[in-house]
């Protein structure tokens, strides 16, 4: 089993809806959950991050966490063009290592 | 403030040769971590510097080391490279050590292995 795991998809959302981008991960002392964005050609760059059981909201963006099911989520609402790109989901293991998830490719079509 | 800058951006090499990567933190950050990205493997975390020290290393051969100076720059350095080096190379830095703390990548290195 991977430790951190996404489904590379696509996933093909219309303009205008939202997207709902899942991550299971195999740790369960794991303490910090980050999604990351990466447009093709670029580097990385830090959407959200979250700690704590529940929900976190900043603008458009909602990231879930479930510690008892091992699984973090990202929600973007109403989702646009510019959003398209493989979002990366990394986990801080018990052992201080950052894993990161190889990904899902996200397709916002108008 | 200026980002995390790395050096070169693209590089080529052959086969058997060896080849050093440059990375410049945001300023005030102290940890510095390096990662290589491929199509099939993704983001794979090599190993973390802090304050001249590496903390933590990730699963890759002695082939791969690095060094950080007192400025808290970085290198990595690859010796005897295979063509499955190939790769893009980002560091990222960040202000505490371990990666609870935010990390912020440089633009990477685009490595071909000839």
């Known amino acids: 089993q991977k430790e951190v795991e996404q489904n590379s998809g696509p996933l093909s959302v219309p303009e205008g809806a939202i997207a709902s981008l899942n991550c299971t991960y195999s740790d369960r002392g794991s303490q910090s959950f980050f999604w990351y964005r990466q447009y093709s050609g670029k580097s990385p760059e830090l959407i959200m991050f979250i700690y704590s059981n529940g929900d976190k909201e900043d603008g458009r963006f909602t990231a879930q966490l479930n510690k008892a099911s091992q699984y973090v989520s990202l929600l973007i609402r109403d989702s646009q063009p510019s959003d398209s790109a493989t979002y990366l989901c990394a986990v801080n293991m018990d052992t201080d290592k950052l894993i990161f998830g190889t990904g899902t490719r996200l397709q916002v079509f108008p | 403030k200026a980002g995390v800058t790395q050096t070169p951006r693209y590089l080529i090499k052959t086969r058997g040769q060896q080849v050093t990567l440059s990375c410049s933190p945001i300023s005030g950050h102290r940890s510095v971590s390096w990662y290589q990205q491929t199509p099939g493997q993704g983001l794979q975390f090599l190993f973390e510097?802090?304050?001249?020290?590496?903390?933590n290393k990730g699963n890759f051969p002695g082939r791969f080391s690095g060094r950080q100076f007192s400025n808290s720059r970085s290198e990595m350095n690859v010796s005897t490279l295979e063509l499955g080096d190939s790769a893009l190379y980002l560091c990222?830095?960040?202000?505490?050590?371990?990666?609870?703390?935010?990390?912020?990548f440089g633009p990477g290195t685009r490595l071909t292995v000839l």
């Open positions: 990222a830095s960040s202000w505490k050590q371990g990666r609870t703390d935010t990390q912020y």
């Open positions: 510097y802090f304050s001249e020290t590496q903390r």
